[in-house]
DNA sequence: GTAGGGTTAG
């Protein structure tokens, strides 16, 4: 299969100076024309003014998402703004301050935080939503909590933006008390009926895997309050996530009803509902509907297929993708390298890698992980290391694509080496590592590293994360150690049908089939609950292979 | 007067 680059020219243009800025300017602040004359002046830099709203429209205009502002300016206005001496303003001080946070500038944001003598409830709401914004969401939940104790009563700003990283923090995710502390604050400021945060709090209880979500918008409609594009977004994805269909279709049918089959994003997240619930037909019909066709309704298109792995319509989808004047962008690239990986087929993966190449990708760090997948997992580990050691931007998520490609060929020195390297300096590893670590354990019966690998789990608070706590009790598995299991499990507090069901087949996979039996019958005796279709299934493997069944 | 919620991606 071979893919071709329509496009010739894929370096964006780099505009000029400060000109591109005043362009800018003039075309979004006709109104008002102080930001003009600062603008003006700051290309001349003969006459500095000192007023403080040309300088914060300057900011805003900058600031603007629409607004790609060239580098050399960016730089500027933080001196600039210091230097004409409107620092102790806070309303000036806040624009600076959102231009960094938009622009994911995280130093830069928290420096002049820092910086600021008076900070006002903006400042806060601006803060926190930037660190959600720049995958950040521990530091977000952080600040909120320091806003709050210094006597800020957060309004539908600084709650819609803490519950967006109460939804995306691993470690609020372990635990609901903050989501309920959080929904119970809206409740005190009679804000949770409000369609911002009635959307947010949907979405979390959803994400805690409530189904409370459903309720939460009837309740909306009860209100008198109209749901817009987002409450149908957040309620689709909401029913995607608690697997309610039934709700899903509503919705479906109520964006119909209101005619919202217009907008793009109601109609991609409708897609991808469909495709997760396996309803492939119905997601891709609907593609087919969406008028105006963006880089997500293509990347949904492209991902949904792409998890039946069907290597060759995703990468006709990819092809046309371009051919309707739609650019692929790092998402894009993610999925198709994660693709071929999957589907072995190197040949596909080096071609996807070099347009990723070209079209500009190559330093980007979704990107660079998806490519480490793809060569891991083609069993080219050698070129997939080489890569990982020339890259120049790397994250958590980098160590752990090449510590799963070590572990997925069992090359447990390698993957430990890594994982201790990691440790050693001093990034954290996430709910990600350890089972990329483990799963190099699987055949490995290597008792020292698995006792370090769990120690760093307990370090680290991952006892409770149901994928680490899984990968142990499989690695426990392949040491034979039915103390061992019971203990992970038993740390991670959550002793339910999943976690036996879970255990018991471990044991299984590894032929030991005295030991699921002895785990049954534990499980009767401690456990009220009925033994789920899973578990049956297990313990009949079990009987058969110990021939106690003929 | 500024700030905010969503969809694709591990």
Redesign the pocket.
């Known amino acids: 299969m071979m893919l071709r680059s329509k496009s010739s020219s894929m370096k964006p243009a780099v505009a000029g100076s400060w000109t591109f800025l005043l362009q800018a300017a003039i075309a979004s602040t006709t109104k008002r024309p102080s930001a003009f004359s600062t603008l003006a002046s700051y290309t001349t830099a003969t006459i500095p003014t000192r007023d ?2 040309a300088i ?1 429209n300057a900011i805003s205009v900058a600031a603007s998402p629409s607004t790609t502002a060239p580098p050399s300016m960016r730089r500027q206005l933080h001196p600039s703004t210091i230097k004409l001496g409107v620092c102790a303003d ?2 000036t001080m ?2 600076l301050l ?1 231009f960094y946070s ?1 622009r994911g500038n995280l130093s830069c944001a928290l420096d002049l935080f820092d910086e600021m003598l008076q900070r ?3 400042t806060w ?2 803060m926190v ?1 930037g660190m ?2 720049s995958g950040a969401p521990e530091l977000g939940l952080r600040l909120f909590v320091s806003m709050v104790r210094g006597g800020f009563c957060p ?4 709650l ?2 803490v519950l ?1 990283a109460c ?1 995306q923090s691993v470690e609020a995710n372990a635990k609901l008390g903050l989501g309920l502390s959080l929904h119970g604050l809206a409740f005190k400021a009679a804000l949770d009926g ?3 945060v009635g ?2 709090l949907m ?1 979390m209880y959803a994400k805690y895997g409530y189904v409370a979500a459903a309720e939460q918008l009837v309740q909306m409609h009860h209100s008198g309050i109209t749901p ?4 149908y ?2 309620a689709v ?1 909401a029913s995607s996530i608690t697997r309610e269909l039934k709700f899903g279709q509503q919705l479906h049918g109520l964006v119909i009803q209101n005619m919202l089959q217009s907008d793009t ?2 109609m ?2 409708l897609v ?1 509902m469909y495709f997760r619930v396996g309803l492939k037909d119905i997601a891709v019909a609907i593609f087919g509907k969406i008028r105006r066709k963006d ?2 309704s293509w ?2 298109m492209i ?1 949904g297929l792409a998890r039946d792995e069907d290597e060759k319509v995703a990468a006709d989808c990819f092809v046309d993708m371009s051919r309707y004047g739609c650019k692929p962008n790092q ?1 894009t690239f ?2 198709m390298l ?1 693709l071929c990986g999957a589907k072995e087929n190197a040949s596909l993966g080096l071609q996807i890698f070099g347009l990723a190449y070209l079209h500009g990708y190559s330093d980007n760090v ?1 990107v660079a992980n ?1 490519v480490i997948n793809m060569l891991s997992r083609c069993g080219l580990l050698s070129c997939a290391y080489a890569f990982f050691c020339n890259l120049s931007v790397r994250n ?2 980098t160590c ?1 694509e090449m510590i799963a490609g070590y572990g997925l060929h069992s090359c447990s020195e390698d993957a430990m080496r890594l994982f201790r390297s990691l440790v050693c300096f001093g990034a954290k590893p ?1 709910e ?1 590592t350890y089972p990329a670590v483990l799963c190099a354990f699987q055949q490995a019966h290597d008792a020292r590293n698995h006792e370090q690998i769990h120690a760093s789990v307990l370090k680290h608070g991952f006892a409770s994360c149901k994928f680490v706590s899984a990968s142990l009790v499989k690695a426990k598995a392949a040491l034979g150690s039915i103390q061992g299991s019971l203990k992970v499990t038993k740390d991670a507090e959550k002793v339910d049908l999943v976690s036996w069901g879970i255990t018991m087949s471990a044991f299984l996979k590894h032929g030991l089939n005295d030991e699921v039996l002895f785990l049954f019958n534990l499980f009767r005796s401690d456990f009220t609950e009925k033994p789920d279709e899973f578990i049956l299934a297990t313990v009949l493997n079990a009987c058969a292979n110990s021939t106690l069944i003929r």
């Open positions: 403080p709203f914060m806070t309303f806040d624009h959102i938009r006002n409830l903006v709401t601006a939503s959600v914004r309004n539908e700003f600084a819609a933006s967006s939804c409000n369609p911002y959307s947010s979405l817009d594009v987002f409450t977004i957040s994805k994003s109601v991609n997240v991808d880089t997500i990347n949904t991902s998402v993610s999925v994660r979704l998806a958590v998520a752990n996430d990600f």
